[in-house]
């Protein structure tokens, strides 16, 4: 059966698949302090003088602008049915504890069961991205060292610090065991070699 409205998110994708892979690059004028056109594969578009740079930057940055939304947007889709499952799960749960028929719990339990892990299981970060979630690119590595072994998380420089104070707070505390840990600056070249080693 066709759909009786159009689906914009899959006509989006279907555009930037058809159109020509980047890089697309700027053409400056000989003084570098105006943009005259746009090389895009073989062809070039023209801007005449007085056409606005924010436009210009605009258009540009089209394909890589849209292909990050199209990806956040279907990571925030799955996410709502991630998580309408287990609300939905939870309360089927809820119910069936407050009516107890036979085999009725332990089959709510697990159908919970499986939606949390689900849940549970989903990363809240993009490749590049910080760790913890906030949806910034990781600038730097959260460094803990415990008995000879390293690990190193990407975070962004606000989270990375805000962890550190956190985790020396626990260990001060004896909540977690006894590590070393320092904020380490990525590199440029660090930064790039890891996108590619994915
Ligand atoms: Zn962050």
Known sequence: MTATYPDRL??????????????WAYEPSADGTEVYGLQIGGS?????????L????????APDDL????????????????LGDFAFTLDALRC??????????????????????????????????????CRSYATHELVTEVDGSVEREPVCEECGAMWLTARRSAIEAGCQPAARLRLEALTKSSRETKEMDR
């Open 96 to 133: 069936a504890l407050e009516n107890p028929a036979a085999g009725h719990v332990e089959r709510r339990r697990r159908a919970f069961e499986a939606a949390r892990e689900e849940l549970l299981a989903m990363p809240n970060w993009r490749p590049g991205e910080c760790h913890s979630g």
């Open 10 to 23: 899959s006509e989006l994708k279907a555009r930037l698949q058809a159109a020509t892979q980047e890089p």
């Open 54 to 61: 924010g436009d210009i930057h605009l258009i540009a940055n």
């Open 44 to 52: 070039c578009l023209a801007f005449d003088e007085d056409f606005p």
């Open 67 to 82: 292909r990050w939304a199209v990806q956040e947007i279907d990571y925030l889709r799955l996410y709502m049915r991630v």
